[in-house]
């Protein structure tokens, strides 16, 4: 689909075009009565009033596969229909959902949760422990997204009690925790996609697939209700959003950064903070034999810390925000910013052209023939960095920091690829990648030695036993708040660690922030750090929106 | 020899080349897919990759059959049709043939007003073109319909978009049914109002080729030795046409606009696409992108059928009323 700006600003041309194409359906028979007039966007604005309990949404694209947790519903925002064993605050800490209490062994490897005994399915039937093994085992034999391969079994000795039996300690286990939405054993078959029965705050009363889903409050919920008894949720393309924004047909929108310009009547923009980040992946080993499927590995330049070093230093992030991302975002030094488990020390001072041409020359490049590139020992401190060709955000990105990054004599070649080849060359060229979870399990794949060149997982081949070692240790953690201090020095113990000031495996670019049209008057609440990927997330704190009076 | 036996062997003929057809596309999209960049199951797991190990990649390609070979899994596809079983689609988790039959109610219903009004409009348009040849009105017709037709149909749908949906807001910008509202209440007049900007989209540019068409093939005829005859003879403007015009130019829009059938299919699902409009179009294009292998050949194949029904139309119809192919066809 081609992007359309949606410039309507005061061009002369517009008018014309539109005359113009009002006269050819006149002609073709289908006039819908009077030639255009000066009427604009405003009139479809009505209906919106302090009072309504009802919203029309326009976030996220449709869950194709349905509304079944075992199968991936709910992996970001809220499950809506189902509730979790736990759930992330605003301050992404942990709280109890269906939970009263959960244990971790001494080794890791069992943990107990105990279950609210007042939790009724939106059909009145009681959810217990059964229901809870039920999903889980459910989940493990669907073949999706839920990987629960790390899980031996899951038992549950009585109705309140649920035992998880783990193959190695995984303190990650958690994310499965407070994202896997409980399914009814009792009401559970082949089309529960289509019609799912749970025990969250919103049941499904209708699903139009391609268009909308319309839900309503959950009467049995135990929750703290929603102010909102109807929620209609539209499946649309970012394009058709905001034009029904600016209809006014829908309370709230998604939409993307091109479009943050222009203003919409009746409607603020929210941005909302996020850890969606994009950097840059540097191959840690020389240019050396192949990988493990035959692919070229290895790279002489990026290989170098010194360069990886002065590549993180020299850039200005916050001229990125600016200029790429017409400030809705914010700068990023981690793959994990402003989540528990990152380390806020390993956040250090950029822009900075003298302190990146003091390393360069300390690591021992230097400019010998004058040509504005540094060399060592022959080599050219040149290298080509890939992104997915048709992004523009990552191309431009791509190219400012080649840019900046040229001031320290690096030469950085921008080329954008399909994702098919940059699979291919990924092994021996530097990556601008994005990722951003609200699962700690993500810094693990990316940094560990263990899984490394597994599909996207650690591609720059980095390894270091040191922060393998605290990697391991937080896996082995028995609650989330032990592993943290784990996770945090497995970034920067003060010696070495993946942050820039140790090995800088990466260079972290940007964190983006995600933008949504909001009625006003509509209060979304404190918003979390959203995830990777735009849309849905919002909704994960539904209970707290409001009408704001005050603003009425 | 009669007539009967005629139309049976034409049938038949017909049938067979369908089979051979729909066994050539669907064997060629395969290994299209096969070739394609897409990985369907990075396409599946989409922004999790990341979380998702290497195990559950594994469990994943089983549970779809995607470790077997190409050639395996065509086989078995191919098995599974033969006994009326169009497969279960990945992303959608159900099978293939509900997902097609929902799909085509709605598709139909948009395909077939737009078909009527874009043949009814562009016949008229030809028809008055050629009348009133070199005129202001004929060089805005021709002008419109060169313009028309090299003209993405998405760019007009994003178009009537801004201007009916969004400025003057008095059609809906997107969907098949009103937002919210339960499917009890919806009327069918609901549905209709919903169905006019993507509708209007595919016969906009529908309108084109046919109307060029019968402008040349009146403007021929009007050319010809029997109408200066009857022009001598003092007939004039709509009585000419209707008396010695009509019969003349019909026939090559009815089969025109039969063949144009593929055009209508690929129009609607870039329509489809804008208008998010719940059709054939939209699953289609999530087929594709995300390397749904039984959904996409489900589709391919409805949609030969489909054009293959129309240039059979407009071949049996060819031969219906035009009585020198009838002989054709007979002997």
């Known amino acids: 689909m081609g992007r359309f700006s949606w410039r309507w600003g005061k061009r002369k041309g517009r008018t014309g075009l539109g005359i113009l194409l009002v006269c050819s359906i006149g002609l073709s ?118 990987d629960l391969t790390n899980m031996a079994d899951v038992k549950a000795p009585d109705d309140s009690t649920v035992v998880f039996t783990l193959k190695s300690p995984q303190s990650t286990f958690i994310s499965l925790l407070t994202t896997l939405g409980i399914v009814p054993e009792h009401a559970y078959g082949a089309d529960y996609a289509e019609h799912p029965v749970g025990s969250g705050p919103y049941k499904l009363v ?24 109807k929620l209609t949720f539209l499946y649309l393309d970012e394009d058709a959003a905001y034009a029904a924004a600016q209809a006014g047909t829908v309370d709230i929108a998604a939409i993307p950064a091109a479009f943050s310009k222009q203003q919409v009547n009746g409607m603020t923009l929210e941005a909302v903070k996020t850890v969606d980040n994009r950097g840059i992946m540097f191959p840690m080993q020389p240019a050396c034999a192949k990988s493990g499927d035959g692919l070229p590995a290895g790279n002489d330049v990026t290989s170098d810390l010194a360069i990886r070093q002065a590549v993180n230093v020299v850039i200005d992030r916050k001229a990125l925000v600016e200029g790429v991302l017409e400030g809705y975002g914010r700068p990023s030094y981690s793959v994990s910013d402003d989540l528990p488990w990152s380390n806020a020390e390993a956040v250090f001072t950029d822009a900075n052209l003298e302190e990146a041409k003091r390393i360069l020359a300390a690591g021992g490049w230097a400019d010998a023939d004058g040509d504005g590139i540094v060399e060592k020992n022959g080599v050219k401190a040149e290298f080509n960095l890939l992104y997915f060709a048709g992004d523009l955000t990552r191309q431009s990105l791509a190219l400012a920091t080649a840019d900046m990054v040229a001031q320290a004599g690096i030469k950085i070649n921008v080329e954008g690829k399909s994702r098919e080849e940059t699979k291919k060359m990924a092994y021996s060229n530097a990556v601008l990648f994005g990722w951003g979870s609200h699962d700690p399990l993500e810094t693990y794949n990316l940094y560990s030695s263990t899984h490394k060149g597994e599909g996207y997982y650690n591609v720059g081949l980095y390894s270091n036993p040191v922060v393998d070692s605290w990697m391991d240790k937080a896996l082995q953690a028995t609650s989330e ?38 009625t006003n008057g509509l209060n979304i609440g404190e918003q979390q750090i959203h995830p990777h990927g735009h849309g849905w997330p919002v909704t994960t704190n539904l209970e707290e929106w409001s009408w704001d009076n005050s603003t009425k | 020899m009669t007539g009967r036996n005629g139309w049976a062997r034409f049938v038949g003929f017909k049938m067979l080349r369908l089979v051979s057809l729909l066994v050539g596309v669907s064997v060629l999209s395969f290994i299209l897919m096969q070739f394609s960049p897409v990985d369907p199951i990075e396409a599946y797991i989409g922004g999790d990759m990341i979380r998702v190990s290497a195990e559950q990649r594994n469990l994943i390609e089983e549970r779809w059959g995607l470790n077997e070979s190409p050639m395996e899994r065509l086989l078995a596809w191919g098995q599974a049709l033969i006994q009326g079983d169009l497969g279960t689609s990945m992303i959608y988790r159900q099978p293939v043939a509900d997902i097609i039959q929902e799909r085509f109610m709605n598709s139909i219903a948009l395909m077939a007003v737009a078909w009527l009004l874009s043949g009814i409009i562009g016949f008229t348009l030809g028809v008055v073109a050629a009348m009133r040849r070199d005129s202001k009105l004929d060089r805005l017709i ?35 049914v009103p937002a919210g509202m ?10 209709a109002i919903h169905m006019i900007l993507p509708a209007l989209t595919l016969s906009l540019t529908g309108v084109a080729s046919i109307a060029l068409h019968t ?29 010695h015009g009509f019969r003349h130019v019909v026939l090559p829009a009815i089969t025109l606009q039969f063949a144009s059938f593929s055009e209508l299919f690929g129009g609607a699902v870039l329509a489809e696409q804008v208008f998010s409009y719940p059709g054939l179009g939209q699953a289609t294009v999530q087929a594709g992108l ?13 949609s030969a059928i489909f054009v293959f029904t129309g240039n059979m139309v407009a071949d049996i119809l060819y031969r219906m009323i035009d009585p020198r192919m009838k002989e054709e066809l007979m002997s």
Not at chain 1, 486 to 495: L, P, S
Request: hydrophobic share 40%; with cysteine; proline share 4%.
């Open chain 1, 29 to 146: 028979g289908c006039a819908q009565g009077t030639a255009p007039t000066a009427s604009s966007a405003e009139n479809g604005q009505s209906g919106t009033t302090s009072t309504k309990d009802e919203l029309v949404l326009a976030v996220g694209t449709e869950p194709e596969g349905g509304f079944d947790p075992t199968t991936g519903w709910g992996q970001y925002g809220s499950p809506l229909f189902q509730s979790t064993l736990l759930k992330r605050d605003a301050k992404l800490q942990l709280v109890n959902d269906l939970a009263t209490a959960y244990s971790v062994s001494e080794d890791g490897l069992t943990w107990t949760v105990t279950l609210r005994n007042d939790v009724t399915f939106s059909d009145g039937e009681p959810l217990t422990a059964e229901d809870v093994k039920f999903t889980f085992d459910t989940a493990t034999q669907s073949g999706s997204v839920i």
């Open chain 1, 206 to 229: 209708q699903w139009d697939k391609g268009q909308q889903a319309i839900v309503e409050a959950n009467e049995e919920y135990y929750g703290n209700k929603s102010a909102f008894h």
């Open chain 1, 481 to 518: 708040e032990e592993a943290l201090p784990f996770w945090q020095k497995a970034e920067w113990d003060g010696t070495t660690g993946f942050s820039y000031q140790g090995d800088a495996p990466w260079a972290w670019l940007v964190n983006i922030d995600h933008l949504y049209l909001v």
């Open chain 2, 142 to 176: 021709c002008w419109y319909c060169y313009t028309l037709a090299s003209t993405p149909v998405f760019w007009i749908a994003l178009l009537l978009l801004m201007v009916f949906g969004v400025w003057l807001g008095w059609l809906p910008v997107g969907l098949g």
């Open chain 2, 182 to 191: 339960s499917a009890d209440q919806v009327t069918w007049g609901d549905r």
């Open chain 2, 215 to 243: 402008k040349q093939k009146l403007t021929d005829v009007l050319e010809s030795d029997y109408i200066l005859f009857a022009r001598a003879r003092g007939e004039r403007g709509f009585q000419l046409f209707r008396r």
């Open chain 2, 290 to 302: 995300r390397g749904d292998v039984p959904l996409l050949l489900g589709l391919v194949m409805c």
